[in-house]
């Protein structure tokens, strides 16, 4: 998994152990980098809806710090999004329906 792993922190201990990143993520109370880009598209759908509501400002300002992070990392480290994104549709082929 090391080599298809898509998560920016090229330094995690947990980097391409999807096991130990998931479980160590919901023990600190967030989402993975696959998590958090899975439901991405439906949290974008929710704020395209009504930017202005409670509810979308809310959802902005836990989104853009964790966006904002992973920008950070992929500048860091030299990641092209674009790589990032294929594996991601890489590991997501290999997760059982």
């Given at each position: 998994m090391e080599d298809i792993c898509p998560c920016p922190n090229l330094t995690c201990p947990?980097?391409?152990?999807?096991?130990?990143?998931?479980?160590?993520?919901?023990?600190?109370?967030?989402?993975?980098?696959?998590a958090f880009h899975t439901v991405l598209p439906a949290l974008r759908d929710v704020l395209a809806e009504d930017a202005e509501s409670p509810?979308?400002?809310?959802?902005?300002?836990?989104?853009?710090?964790?966006?904002?992070?992973?920008?950070?990392l992929k500048a860091e480290y030299g990641l092209a999004q674009e790589e990032l994104d294929r594996r991601l549709a890489e590991v997501a082929n290999l997760s059982p329906n």
């Open positions: 947990n980097h391409g152990d999807c096991a130990r990143c998931t479980s160590s993520h919901i023990r600190k109370g967030y989402l993975s980098y696959c509810t979308a400002q809310k959802l902005n300002g836990l989104i853009q710090p964790q966006l904002d992070a992973y920008d950070k």
